[in-house]
């Protein structure tokens, strides 16, 4: 595949080519459902934040409440920013030059895809750390943790996370047009540019490094809460509050979590080994049209992992409020049930089960006595 400069500060641009890859079987009604999707389900978690924040009996939360917010509103306007241009594409039967003659349009959807991607790392952690700290200090959270903390902090995140992404127009690192032609994201290759290897390390570092941060703080408070739980020696209504509402927002993390793991880990690897290697994704082009080689063969599949791992980062937007919803309104009765059935964390379930025998003993000496007085 041929390229060419743009006008555009370190952004290169495919030249037409009368020709379909690998990909072009894949109908246009993939990105549609994506977007529909994703746009349906992250209305709904910010509906679903709002009414909860605007509840009194919830401000203990409404930090957590805003990073969730901040997370599908981050979400929902990466769906809106890029999915409408994949489209536009397909439709241009998968000619990205067809709708970007000048590279301008190439550079916004890579600023896009490096922005939306941070931040949504960057906020789960953060959401992550809130949480550890909520669970593990509960005294000093209550007393320092503001939510005017909260808004500086996201705040902070949107901006260093649009600034990174800013830096190939400013002239360090690189972003390019992708197999199979349908997005621009970071070049991998061989790059004139400067500091190409240094940003596009960069960004995968960062992305793995927010993945273990989130992963140790999710350890750290499920660590705590089982502490919490075993020294629990009293089953007031506070307490009973504060774990409902602990064990609620450990499970909405863990899906968080897992959700990110899944759909981050494949492609963040893949950019460090890419990276390694010194492969773009753009060979796949002149792989699949002039397939037969045992290179081309191993290759190709590797053409198929990079466009799987960059579907599951974009399912990434979609899965997260429905993880969040999900967990919320169905999944986290079933998990109490359960985990009160199996665990000593809670003496709710004993003393229900030990006034049940009362009454029912009870009930059997009632009965004896009551037989036995016709007989006297």
Not at 242 to 256: A, K, N
Request: glycine letters at 6%.
């Amino acid at each position: 595949m041929t390229t060419r400069d743009s006008g555009c500060t370190n952004v290169s641009v495919p030249i037409c080519e009368n020709k379909r890859n690998a990909s072009g079987s894949v109908s246009v009604g993939f990105p549609i459902t994506m977007m529909v999707t994703g746009v349906v389900g992250n209305s709904l978690a910010l509906i679903l934040v709002y009414i909860s924040y605007r509840k009194k009996e919830n401000r203990r939360k409404k930090s957590f409440l805003l990073f969730i917010g901040s997370l599908a509103l981050t979400d929902l306007f990466g769906q809106l920013l890029t999915t409408p241009i994949v489209i536009s594409v397909y439709l241009a039967d998968l000619k990205w030059c067809t709708i970007d003659t000048s590279g301008n349009l190439c550079a916004y959807f890579g600023v896009c895809m490096t922005t939306f991607g941070l931040c949504a790392l960057f906020l789960a952690s953060a959401m992550a750390i809130e949480r550890a700290m909520a669970i593990t200090n509960p005294h000093w959270y209550s007393n320092h943790m503001k939510t005017s903390i909260t808004k500086q902090t996201l705040a902070a995140i949107w901006c260093f996370g649009f600034l990174f992404a800013l830096l190939p127009i400013a002239g360090i690192g690189e972003y390019t047009n992708q197999w199979p032609g349908t997005w621009c994201f970071i070049r991998t290759g061989k790059s004139d540019a400067h500091g190409n290897v240094f940003f596009a390390i960069t960004f995968a570092v960062l992305g793995i490094f927010s993945l273990l941060v989130t992963l140790s703080c999710n350890v750290m408070t499920i660590r705590g809460l089982i502490i919490r739980c075993k020294t629990k020696t009293g089953a007031s209504q506070s307490s009973k509050q504060w774990e409902r509402l602990t064990t609620e927002t450990v499970i909405q993390l863990l899906g968080i979590m897992c959700v990110l793991i899944i759909c981050w880990s494949p492609l963040l690897v893949l950019l460090l080994r890419m990276i390694y290697n010194q492969v773009s994704s753009q060979e796949c082009n002149s792989t699949y049209a002039k397939p037969g080689t045992s290179q081309s063969k191993v290759l190709n599949l590797d053409c198929d992992f990079f466009l799987t791992a960059i579907r599951l980062a974009s399912l990434n937007q979609i899965l997260d409020p429905w993880v969040y919803l999900l967990f919320r309104e169905i999944l986290l009765r079933k998990f109490c049930i359960m985990a009160n059935a199996v665990s000593n964390c809670s003496l709710e379930d004993r003393k229900e089960t030990q006034t049940a025998l009362d009454a029912l003993n009870k009930q059997n000496q009632d009965g004896n006595n009551i037989c036995k007085s016709p007989s006297n």
